[in-house]
């Protein structure tokens, strides 16, 4: 496959270039090395008041999350459990990713609805809950946010489907005999949380 | 002048308008032409929809719902009735207003109208797109009873758009620029990165979906194709184009999509869609309803790595197999229809479906896939599925072993 | 927190939703899943309908809307928008009381329900539909300003269903039976003869389209697919089909459907498609907005007799051509799209596309077609069409000579 | 092409033969050697009256059609001509086909409201109307309506595009310089009956 050449090809001079403010407007991505990060700060102190006010009504007061809105905090050490709870805390690699996703995506409902020092002290608060901010009075800004170290950092790798999973791929499927007979051992009517039912069911294990 | 006479008391229905009577809708007229602009299905298919599952998520708005896979046949999916995923509900994108921006490491930063966007030369293409998390919930065992909601968050329409290459060559990506931030303009502004191989591959910007503008809930006015692909990577309402050097490990790429593993550790970046099938029917929502005979088989299968190369069908819960057969277009990373007709006994079946895709890839057993994956990385779930038939033709999804 | 800031002046719409802005839609929560159990088209595309031309009919139940071809692309037309023909309304056809009979020179005559036909083995095939009497309000000169209704009563899509063949084997067609009778159960009932070699070569009882059941104006439950030939063969609302020793010679092959030659005499059984394209887009209904510069010609090219070979366009009125490029799926009796991609100087044109199929046959003049046919012949126009580009890039329909 | 054998094929056993009395029921159709024509008769001048009454809102008295319904009568000898008029008896070949159509889909959004022997009537006023018939008494019945012969019958040819457009079949298209300059010699425009304008326009030469 071939590598895009930057300048060669084809130019059909369609479109404008952007102003630099319209970039700017809309260039609000954070990478893990602190890359995007606008100017600005925030304390934990600082964000558990707003976490009260914009947050806690659907992940709690400590992140828990209320009925069914995401856990934001705890799950350590969950995560070879039977039940992994996949948190700030217990599992996302990066913290530019807390802020470059609420400060998108968060408070739901009303996302963007904050100052960048608030969504500071959000962060903080946020990985406050999660004892990996320990000083309420830490300062987040654009230079400390990209220095924090996630306790999960290094519990991730590259798909490796090609070589763990090898053996999926075959000349020829099996086509008699291929395992011993067979018995029924679980049901999904036994479990009856199929909507049809129009009661409203728990689950085990769905995400 | 016609009498209503009687008829064999065997069928069902109204006898007034089965013959030898003549039905009512003979009699007089019906709507004309033009009375219904833009057509819809008939009445008597109320009940083809797509359904959610109202316990999986706490909110509508970030939520899924599913294609009734069951109700459906062929290869393409009808965009009424495409699965929809969204995160922040449908935005709903008034086309003067959208903007497409193409900036970061590149010679020739870009921003585009639609109308823009459509000069650029175009591209047709039927793909399938499956949600990553499609069949999630059966990893533990099965669960739901219904192949639209086991396997209903895959959809496969034709595309129309521009190949994202083009746009790229047009801003001139410079040497250091190794990965794409793809970015929506809903309320979850959806973003993931893709690396700049792909982009220059296959994927394609899409505005027309079945020869129409795309849906609102399919990304209207524009959205990123992603072929073979997770579906998340699919930016629907697609707004910006960033090039980079590294990936952004943005939210959707590290707390979700990540897929756990039983040592704890988790893969990242599973972005390939491997290989799998479902019979849609029989399944628990289409039953077999004539007893014994002549029985049809038909369901679906695809892979993200090219195309079906082969289905087998098995009725003794995969201990034997029996060739099926392809029907209609064959094509790279969309669905292709199989069917294996026979003779049913009445007797229960254990049925079940197996694809191999022209990679050799087979699609594995869900003993297979658990063992080495164990229950909790939710995503990729392309393990056989089994549906227990009964003497009476109802159909349960159950587990074997 | 964001304040909004100015933008270019040169673009249009609200610059309250566009950069460096965020828009109203990424602001606040969309409407969640499954709100739309069958989604529908945005808001914004409103005026993509089929549309009749009512000084055309008397009454609108016996009449024709027409496919907006200048707003579709790809090849796949989409449910809601496959034009409607109907000489008595559209028939609301409860599919528990619709019977499918046939009879007459079979061995063992046969009555179907519709869940009795879906048992029978399936096939799925992509196809287009024509009337025989598109383009034939165009003989006598141009008349109409949009391809929507000079070549609108067409569409493309995938049907599913049972080979015509399997059930008439099933009957055990006497050595007697050379003609069917086909039959509808619309209020005008309309009845077909079609030959035998035909009725076993690659004709479909359809019940799906592009997936779903049909439409209710496309014929719900069933409907015959005739590839390649006249659409008023594909009977909709099918009920019964006679097996007999010559045709009937029913009003719609007769009064109807019959090519009066200069001569006086008329042409019969003219059921074949011949080959034929149409510029979609720059056309009447869909100018050229952007000025010169790169300029985009799509267009649609079929041929009822096998698959489309290559596509030329002209821009000079058919003095001078050039290859178009054939995108996406070529298949046999389907519609295919073609480009052609030039950098426009902005001086008027003549636009044509001419294609040819995989038999040889070159889609002829409109001279060349009258020099046969005279004027009067109403059906099977399938003559180059010509569009005026205009310097401001409007685009007009014109005879040239 | 393979010949379907009544005999072998694949047998499937679905569905079931239907009764007598069901194929009677819907096996109305008729065709030019009479097969299909019930019981029954009627005779011009019983038609006369029921036309009144069913069709001459739509078609007029005399068959001459009311605005744009259709024409039934006349048009003789103008089928070489610039306006050729198609009717029952300047073009249709056959008089079995008037019964069989008017029986299936007249009265318009009335079907089959009629009795056989009124639709005999009927027939054969239609054919009246057309000077096929000349006698007002003459009685239409399963017998008479088959011997009757239509002015245009020898009016139609098979399908001879094969041979007389023989030349649309070639080699390769002409590319180059393929006719002399062309120019505009006439506009949709110039007609205006494009839908857009909301006004109703008579066309040219449209059915
Ligand atoms: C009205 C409910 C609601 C409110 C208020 C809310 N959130 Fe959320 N939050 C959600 C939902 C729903 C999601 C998951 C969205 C999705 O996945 O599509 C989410 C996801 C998150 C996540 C990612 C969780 C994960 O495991 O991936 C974080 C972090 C978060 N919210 C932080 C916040 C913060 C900080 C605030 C306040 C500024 C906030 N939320 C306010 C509903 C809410
Ligand atoms: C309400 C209007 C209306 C009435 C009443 C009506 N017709 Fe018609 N007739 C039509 C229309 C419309 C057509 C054309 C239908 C089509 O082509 O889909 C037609 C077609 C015909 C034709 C075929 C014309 C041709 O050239 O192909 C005949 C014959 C005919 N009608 C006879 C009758 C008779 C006899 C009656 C009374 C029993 C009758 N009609 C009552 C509207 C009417
Ligand atoms: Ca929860
Ligand atoms: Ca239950
Ligand atoms: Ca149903
Ligand atoms: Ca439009
Ligand atoms: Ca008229
Ligand atoms: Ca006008
Ligand atoms: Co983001
Ligand atoms: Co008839």
């Given at each position: 496959q071939q590598k895009a050449d930057a300048k060669s090809g084809p130019r059909y001079h369609i479109g404008r270039a952007p102003t630099t403010d319209e970039i700017r407007g809309w260039d609000i991505d954070v990478r893990p090395d602190g890359q995007g990060l606008p100017e600005g700060k925030g304390t934990a102190m600082q964000g558990e008041k707003l976490f009260m006010d914009n947050?806690?009504?659907?992940?709690?007061?400590?992140?828990?999350?209320?009925?069914r809105w995401p856990v934001l905090a705890g799950g350590k050490g969950?995560?070879?459990?039977?039940?992994p709870v996949k948190?700030?805390?217990?599992?996302?690699?990066?913290?530019s990713t807390v802020f470059d996703y609420v400060r998108h995506a968060m408070p739901y409902g009303n996302t963007g609805s904050l100052s960048v020092d608030e969504y500071y002290a959000l962060v903080a608060y946020v990985l406050y809950l999660n004892d990996v901010v320990t000083d309420q009075n830490f300062e987040l800004n654009k230079k400390t946010l990209a220095t924090i170290k996630m306790?999960?950092?290094?519990g991730f790798v590259m798909d490796d489907r090609a070589t763990t999973e090898k053996?999926?791929?075959?000349k020829d499927p099996c086509m008699n005999n291929c395992v011993a007979p067979v018995k029924i051992i679980g049901r999904a009517a036994a479990i009856d949380v199929t909507p049809e039912d129009g009661k409203e069911k728990k689950s085990r294990g769905v995400e | 002048a016609a009498t209503m006479l009687a008829r064999p008391a065997a069928a069902g229905g109204n006898p007034a308008n089965q013959p030898p009577n003549v039905p009512e809708w003979t009699k007089s007229l019906g709507e004309g032409v033009a009375v219904r602009p833009y057509g819809k299905p008939s009445k008597f298919e109320k009940d083809v929809v797509r359904r959610d599952v109202e316990w999986l998520t706490a909110s509508r708005e970030s939520s899924v719902s599913f294609t009734p896979l069951h109700e459906l046949e062929g290869i393409i999916t009808p965009n009424g009735l495409c699965f929809e995923r969204h995160h922040g509900g449908i935005a709903e994108v008034d086309p003067a207003d959208h903007r497409l921006m193409i900036h970061g490491l590149v010679e020739r930063p870009l921003i585009l109208t639609l109308e823009e966007l459509k000069r650029y030369p175009r591209v047709n293409r039927i793909h399938f797109m499956e949600c990553a998390a499609n069949s999630g919930m059966e990893w533990r065992g099965a669960q739901l009873n219904g192949c639209q909601f086991t396997h209903g968050m895959i959809h496969c329409v034709q595309y129309t758009g521009v190949s994202l290459r083009t746009l790229l060559e047009e801003a001139g990506v410079k040497t250091s620029g190794k990965w794409l931030l793809v970015e929506g303009a809903d309320a979850a502004a959806m973003d993931r990165s893709l690396p700049i191989e792909k982009a220059l591959d296959d994927c394609i910007i899409a505005y027309k979906m079945n020869g129409e503008a795309l849906y609102p809930e399919q990304g209207y006015p524009m959205r990123l194709v992603v072929p073979g692909w997770q579906g998340n990577l699919w930016v629907k309402w697609l707004r910006r184009i960033k090039v980079g050097d590294?990936?952004?490990?943005t939210r959707e790429e590290t707390s979700k999509y990540t897929d756990l593993m039983p040592s704890g550790k988790a893969r990242r970046f599973t972005w390939s869609m491997d290989a799998k099938s479902v019979i849609t029917s029989p399944s628990p929502q289409a039953p077999i309803k004539h007893g014994k005979g002549f029985t049809i088989v038909s369901g679906l299968a695809w892979s993200g790595n090219g195309k079906v190369k082969r289905v087998d069908v098995s009725l003794d819960g995969g201990r034997n197999w029996w060739p099926a057969r392809l029907d209609g277009p064959v094509l790279d990373k969309a669905l292709t229809r199989f069917y294996y007709e026979f003779d049913w006994n009445g007797e229960p079946l254990l049925l079940q479906s197996r694809v191999q895709d022209e990679t050799g890839y087979v699609q594995p057993s869900k003993a297979e896939l658990r063992k080495i994956r164990g229950v909790n990385s939710i995503y990729h779930n392309n393990g056989i599925q089994t549906w227990h038939v009964q003497a009476n033709g109802e159909v349960e999804n159950v587990e074997v072993a």
């Open positions: 947050c806690s009504s659907c992940h709690g007061e400590f992140g828990e999350g209320n009925g969950s995560l070879t459990s039977d039940n948190t700030v805390g217990s599992y996302w690699p990066y913290a306790p999960n950092e290094q053996s999926f791929w075959q | 590294q990936p952004w490990h």
